[in-house]
C-alpha cells in the first residue's frame, strides 16, 4: 500500500483540481481518475492509503466502484462524495462499505480531515474484543464491562472512547483528535465533550476518580490511558 497516495475519484475538474491543492498541500500525493472503471482499476493498481469516491460517476456508479473496491480490499479507506442529505441515504452509503461521507458543497479541509481520519482508524491495529486491565474488564464485541466483576453501564459512545483509549495505549492523544476518530466530528466549536466523556469514565472505572491512574489528563493538549498494570 502507497502510505502516502491518496486516489481521487471525481469527473468534475474543478473539484479535482481543488482537492489535488488541499492534499498535495499535506505531503500526499494524489493520483486523479475522471470515471468510475478508471477509478477502479487505479485503486487496485496504485494501492493508495485512501480513496475519495464521488457517487455520480461516468462508466460506472459510485456505489459499484465503492463494492468492488471493498470486494478487493475490504479494508481500504473509501471517503464518499454525495450530493445525498437524507439521513436514511446518508446510512445507506456507509451500508454499502463506505468509511465515510461528506456532502456536496464541502469544505476540502473537512474532506481531508475525513480521509485522514479514515486512514487511521485503518492502520490502527487490531486489539482483542476482550481486554483486562487494573480491575476493569472490557468485552467490546458485547459493549459489556466490568469492574471487580460487576457490570458498569457505560454508554455506547463512552464504550468506543474506552477501547479508542485502549487501542492507543501509553500514546498522548489531543480533544480534536478524539472528536474525529470517535465522533466523527471535523469542527470543534468546544471540546468540552471529550472532557466530560473522559469524565464519566473516571467516575466509573477509576479507583479514585480524583487521582486518575488510567485516564490522565495532558494540559494543554489532551489525554494518555495507561494500563496501570
Known sequence: MAANTILVIEDDPRIQKALHRQFTTEGYEVHLAGDGEQGLASCKSLKPAGVVLDLMLPT???????????????TMPVVVLSAVSEVADKVLLLEMGADDYVTKPFSPRELMARVQAAIRRAQRPAVNDRVTFGNI???FSGMEVFKDGESVSLTAHEIKLLQYFVE??????????????????????????????????????????????YFRTLHGIGYKFVRGD
Do not use: F
Not at 60 to 74: A, F, N, T
Not at 180 to 199: E, K
Open 137 to 139: 474488564a472490557a468485552d
Open 168 to 213: 492507543n495505549p501509553e500514546r498522548v492523544i489531543t480533544r480534536e483528535e478524539l472528536l474525529n476518530d470517535v465522533w466523527h466530528y471535523t469542527s470543534y466549536p468546544t471540546t468540552r465533550t471529550v472532557d466530560n466523556h473522559v469524565m464519566k469514565l473516571r467516575q466509573k472505572l477509576e479507583p479514585d476518580p480524583a487521582k486518575p491512574i
Open 60 to 74: 460506472m456508479s459510485g456505489l459499484e466502484v465503492c463494492k468492488g473496491i471493498k470486494k478487493w480490499s475490504p
